[in-house]
């Protein structure tokens, strides 16, 4: 049996420290969907082309996300579907998110760009003081002040919170877990971060502002409002998505290409800066997979899929399918089109999409303005997860640019 056939998606360490994208390559040459069989009565099928992965994102009526999404819970259903965004289908799904997607449109972040280069200005800013700098850590630190920010929640909170939100995506990894071991690190974040999200909510439904809080507060759909319970896992919702997306495209810029003329290249044309960042999010692949469960019998790729059969869609794997993607391993900042599926597709389309994508700019916007000579100063480390694929410590060193002051 080929190791790919053979190896364990479940495992976060195989993101860490092993080889999915070769895994996945051989999985994308086959002619029939692969299964992984996790134990007796648990057991997916593995999405990894483009065509069927956007096949599979698309047609949420064959197959739901209410079960849940994410592999940690397959066979378990998700406590919050039907009341959180993420875990709720169309029609529900696009009457629930309406008002939040307009708030997170792209011309209502286009007025966020100030705040946001402000707070990416002062995370980066000590990258100029000549010392090593942990870019991964400021990243992991950006979604947070930024969505922070939109949401209303206070500064103080914002990096307890940050570690809560990358505990629950993480708890696999030792940085990340608690002595009592994953099930417990997972229950406690959830406990404080949702116990958190209702006293923040008893306050603010007092104290409407503009922010991402009051706009879930008061949004209507069905003839009522959300409930407690809806506003509480959608909050959660969102912080958990800011922070998955955001950080890891330039934390891979950073570790994979720095010493490779990229960085330089880019920085000598940033009129390249909005396909430069799409690329990066298609090599990133931030979220790593999706979970859906058929609703009925259905047919993909030769393979007959049962109803309640599990399937996973692997992000990471169709955003390199080299059917769709010319040359697909190689990082090319003019890659036009650039189709990629770091954001999802269909319904379930990233929601907060352009204040990453804003926030992505504007970062590297800066970074390249400010600094060059960017030099790696210890070895990277991958954060263990199977859910987001990333990185925690990035350690690198680069020099203020001379004349170097504001950027846009």
């Not at 991964?136 to 570690?163: C, H, I, K, N, Q």
């Not at 997972?186 to 009051?214: E, I, K, T, V, W």
């Not at 480390?381 to 504001?406: C, D, M, Y």
Request: net charge negative; charged share 25%; aromatic share 8%.
């Amino acid at each position: 049996m080929h190791q790919g056939a053979a190896t364990d998606l479940v495992d976060p360490w195989l993101y860490s420290g092993g080889d999915a994208h070769a895994v996945w390559r051989w999985m994308r040459a086959q002619e029939t969907l692969t299964r992984q069989e996790v134990d007796e009565r648990r057991g997916f099928w593995n999405i990894v082309g483009f065509d069927d992965a956007e096949r599979v994102l698309r047609d949420t009526g064959t197959f739901t996300s209410e079960r849940g999404t994410m592999l940690d819970l397959l066979g378990t259903d998700d406590p919050a579907g039907g009341k959180q965004i993420a875990v709720t289908d169309p029609p529900r799904h696009t009457e629930m998110q309406t008002r939040l997607k307009k708030a997170l449109a792209v011309k209502a972040v286009e007025r966020q760009k100030d705040m946001i280069r402000a707070l990416v200005v002062d995370l980066i800013a000590p990258l100029g003081d000549g010392g090593v700098f942990d870019f991964a850590e400021a990243m992991l630190a950006m979604p947070m002040s930024v969505t922070g920010t939109m949401m209303g929640l206070p500064e103080t909170d914002w990096p307890w919170l940050s570690r809560l939100t990358t505990i629950c995506i993480a708890a696999d990894d030792p940085e990340y877990q608690d002595p009592g071991g994953k099930a417990a690190t997972l229950a406690r974040a959830h406990r404080d971060l949702f116990a958190y999200f209702q006293d923040l909510m008893r306050f603010r439904r007092a104290n409407l502002g503009d922010d991402l809080l009051s706009v879930l507060i008061s949004t209507e759909f069905e003839g009522r409002r959300m409930d407690p319970g809806e506003i509480v896992a959608n909050c959660y919702s969102l912080l958990l998505g800011a922070n998955v997306t955001t950080p890891h495209s330039p934390n891979y810029v950073m570790a994979e290409f720095i010493g490779k003329g990229i960085l330089e290249d880019w920085a000598a044309h940033p009129e390249l800066t909005t396909s430069a960042t799409e690329e990066a999010l298609r090599w990133a692949s931030p979220v790593n997979h999706f979970l859906r469960y058929a609703t009925r019998d259905v047919e993909v790729r030769n393979t007959k899929v049962s109803a309640g059969d599990a399937v996973v869609v692997w992000l990471g794997s169709a955003n390199r399918d080299e059917a769709v993607f010319p040359d697909a391993r190689t990082f090319d900042i003019r890659r036009r089109p650039n189709k990629h599926v770091a954001f999802g597709i269909g319904p379930h389309y990233c929601v907060g999409h352009s204040v990453a994508r804003v926030t992505l700019r504007i970062l590297f916007e800066e970074l390249l303005t400010r600094f060059e000579d960017f030099q790696p100063a210890g070895k990277p480390e991958r954060l263990a997860s199977n859910f987001v694929s990333g990185w925690k410590h990035v350690p690198i060193t680069a020099r203020p640019r001379s004349g170097a002051g504001q950027a846009g």
